[in-house]
């Protein structure tokens, strides 16, 4: 075991960034994705506001997609995508679980076309305005605010859109399409 390396801080960084990249290198992870076939890294490591993480890191030969500040040069990039997941081993299993909920969140807002558009135009998350050309069928929640959790005012499970662009998801048994 040693010391989580770090890297120098840079302005806005109120505590030194973990050195993914110098881990990365330490681990030979060009060996390990490239060749073995490996997709995901995991790093157990302290936290509490000593040195900076990210919950997943994403590098890609087709961009980061992540929960990071997508910084091109903190991972290496291969020809094939890898994530890394960075777990505080101060913390229980559902924190280790919320790690990859976010990345799967992130990866779906860019498939959903959330990264390009400004929050602004998210009114009601989850779940979008039929006037947005993002997420119309996007009703299944968020990670810490699920669609069928007690208590939410957003629009039911149940509910069903036919847009004016085709889409239309599909609905429970006997729940007929809502027009918007």
Same mark, same amino acid.
């Given at each position: 075991? $040693? ?26 992870? +060009?060996? !390990? /994705?490239? $060749?073995?076939?490996? %997709?995901?890294? !995991? ?20 961009? #980061?997609? @992540? ?14 995508? =890898?994530? &890394?997941?960075? =777990?505080?081993? $101060?913390? #229980? /299993?559902?924190? *280790?679980?919320?790690?990859? *909920? ?7 807002? =860019? /498939? ?8 602004? %135009? ?11 050309? /993002?997420?119309?069928?996007? +009703?299944?929640?968020? =990670?810490?605010?699920?669609?069928? $959790?007690?208590? +939410?005012?957003? +629009? ?5 859109? %036919?847009? @004016? ?12 399409? &809502?027009?918007?």
């Amino acid at each position: 075991m $040693q010391p989580l390396p770090t890297r120098p801080k840079r302005p806005g960084d109120g505590v030194p960034m973990t050195d993914y990249a110098g881990i990365m290198a330490e681990i030979d992870i +060009r060996t !390990w /994705v490239e $060749q073995k076939g490996v %997709k995901e890294v !995991w790093l157990f490591a302290y936290h509490g506001g000593v040195v900076g993480l990210w919950e997943s890191n994403m590098s890609s030969p087709h961009g #980061d997609v @992540s929960n990071s500040d997508r910084d091109p040069a903190d991972l290496p990039v291969l020809s094939r995508t =890898y994530t &890394v997941y960075h =777990y505080n081993y $101060q913390r #229980d /299993v559902g924190e *280790a679980v919320e790690n990859h *909920a976010h990345q799967i969140e992130h990866l779906l807002n =860019y /498939v959903d076309g959330r990264d390009v558009t400004p929050p602004e %135009k998210w009114p009601d998350l989850p779940g979008q305005t039929p006037d947005q050309l /993002v997420a119309l069928h996007g +009703r299944l929640g968020l =990670y810490r605010e699920q669609q069928n $959790q007690p208590g +939410r005012t957003v +629009r039911p499970l149940t509910e069903c859109l %036919k847009s @004016s662009m085709g889409i239309l998801p599909m609905c429970p048994t006997g729940v007929s399409p &809502v027009e918007r």
